[in-house]
């Protein structure tokens, strides 16, 4: 989608704004209060919500629904108040179903609003200043940090260790690495992603429609097309209507020809007619279709109209991008391996509560020394934090790496304690991830006296020997392992821990 992005100044607005945002002066009062006059506020946009009697109408208008507004009409003429009454039942259980149906996708839909930042922190006449994200302009100079949602879209400017997590725009769980670069990539950010480490410094390019966010909310306001059920009841129902007026004409017809009262033929035309129609296809149809909307709600897929869940029954074939991912954003550690062995990690999310199993058992950090070690140097070698929902519920949520996230719960799962850790080898000093080095080593200062020095990264940059000081064979051991679980699709990471007595001149892992 970056690729797409223009924002709301490329035209004329282009050399303008670059040349107003290269300074650290950022835009000036006057300027922003001009784009923003120009360019309007940065919400997504909404379509005005459509009444309820507007609703009803587009219910009313199926073909089959008419078919039976028809009949109910004539049993009414002819009397039979019993069967008008179990027709107008099924019409206004089919109205219902469908116009609360929309109603809660239009619920789900205006949810993207909330996936923006409520305020956002920009540069304005010099200053750094913190100012409604509705009031963010093109050419506007923002700060983004960790944890926060960056506002619009943008080009990066400057970057310290600055990684997004793009999963609610692209479904990758991997956050991506950001810096000031050509690659359209690596040097822009888009609306409603979450910055989960280090900071930066982006220019506006995009806000409001243009914006990552405005472009999802603009595909989901067009009309969509007829289902191949809409299509086949459709015509269903026409070529229904065009039987049963047929036939009620000949019958009347042949009775008035026989000589029979016009009276008694009109009563059995009608009755032919209601008879032939199936009062309970549209009930049947919808509820089944209630029920597969409702089953996909349970798995959190919302459907914005009925008829979508038959047109996902009709899916054959879905085409995902080059990694096939469709994901939450979140990370689990599943699998751990020292050289004494395997283990499994069960649990859910980020929540704390779960267990750590070997050869079938539940162990604990005492019960499994190798596995404490690991699960503690990769939480000392760890810049995320865990923390619950603020709104009471179960669920807990990551600030940080989600990769990182994920090792801090599968310790607490062991009965490691974060803090504990913290508090007993404080970290003194840290050589951050990078690209070339492909992995991350923070030094900690022991109670009793010492340095700890802890690492992770790639298995690759790690398993060296000018790195660890284990055996060949150990090494050996360890780099078939991380390929066996590479090619089950497990995402691999080494980890180390060594003690020194003295301050190396340079950490060796």
């Not at 725009?169 to 956050?175: A, H, M, R, Y």
């Not at 989960?196 to 914006?211: E, K, M, N, W």
């Not at 047929?246 to 032919?272: D, F, S, W, Y």
């Not at 404490?372 to 070698?381: D, F, I, T």
Request: charge should be negative.
């Amino acid at each position: 989608m970056s690729e797409q992005r223009g924002g709301r100044g490329p035209d004329a607005d282009t050399g303008e704004v670059q040349g107003t945002t290269r300074s650290a002066a950022g835009l000036s009062s006057a300027e922003a209060a001009r784009r923003l006059k120009r360019y309007g506020p940065n919400e997504v946009p909404s379509e005005p919500r459509a009444p309820v009697w507007r609703r009803v109408l587009q219910q009313l208008r199926d073909p089959l629904i008419l078919v039976l507004l028809v009949a109910a009409a004539l049993t009414i003429a002819t009397g039979d108040l019993s069967d008008a009454a179990v027709i107008l039942l099924v019409i206004t259980v089919n109205t219902v179903v469908g116009v609360v149906q929309e109603v809660r996708a239009e619920q789900a839909v205006m949810a993207l609003s909330a996936m923006s930042a409520p305020a956002a922190r920009v540069v304005r006449d010099g200053e750094e200043r913190s100012i409604p994200v509705v009031e963010v302009v093109p050419g506007d100079l923002v700060l983004v940090a960790e944890g926060d949602i960056v506002p619009a879209d943008g080009d990066v400017l400057a970057a310290a260790l600055l990684l997004a997590d793009e999963s609610s725009l692209t479904g990758e769980s991997v956050p991506v690495e950001k810096a000031p670069a050509p690659d359209a990539s690596r040097g822009t950010v888009s609306a409603g992603t979450v910055i989960v480490r280090g900071r930066g410094r982006v220019v506006v390019t995009g806000t409001g429609a243009d914006s990552a966010l405005g472009r999802i909310a603009s595909l989901m306001g067009a009309a969509p097309g007829l289902t191949p059920l809409q299509r086949r009841l459709a015509r269903f129902g026409r070529v229904l209507a065009a039987v049963i007026v047929v036939l009620c004409a000949l019958v009347l017809a042949l009775g008035l020809v026989r000589g029979q009262p016009v009276e008694l033929m009109i009563v059995a035309a009608i009755t032919l007619a209601v008879a032939a129609v199936p009062e309970s296809l549209p009930a049947v149809v919808t509820l089944a279709l209630a029920l597969g909307a409702r089953r996909m709600a349970e798995r959190h897929a919302i459907v914005r109209r009925l008829p979508a869940v038959e047109s996902l029954g009709s899916v054959t074939v879905i085409a995902t991008d080059k990694t096939g991912t469709l994901t939450e954003g979140r990370m689990a550690a599943e699998r751990l391996w020292t050289p004494r062995g395997e283990a499994a990690v069960l649990g859910t999310g980020y929540e704390p509560e779960g267990q750590v199993v070997r050869d079938g058992e539940t162990v604990t950090a005492g019960d499994a020394p190798d596995l404490a070690a690991l699960l503690r140097a990769a939480m000392l070698c760890n810049d995320a934090a865990l923390e619950p929902t603020s709104d009471r519920s179960e669920e807990w949520h990551a600030l940080g790496d989600p990769t990182e996230a994920a090792l801090l719960a599968a310790g607490a799962r062991l009965g490691v304690d974060r803090a504990t850790l913290d508090r007993e080898l404080p970290r003194v000093e840290e050589i951050p991830f990078d690209s070339g080095r492909k992995r991350m080593t923070t030094v900690h200062r022991r109670a009793e006296g010492g340095l700890r020095v802890a690492c992770k990264g790639a298995p690759e940059s790690v398993l060296l020997p000018q790195v660890l000081a284990d055996g060949p064979d150990v090494l050996a051991r360890a780099a078939t392992q991380a390929e066996v679980l590479a090619r089950h699709g497990y995402r691999v990471l080494a980890v180390a821990a060594a003690d020194h007595e003295e301050p190396p001149e340079r950490p060796r892992t």
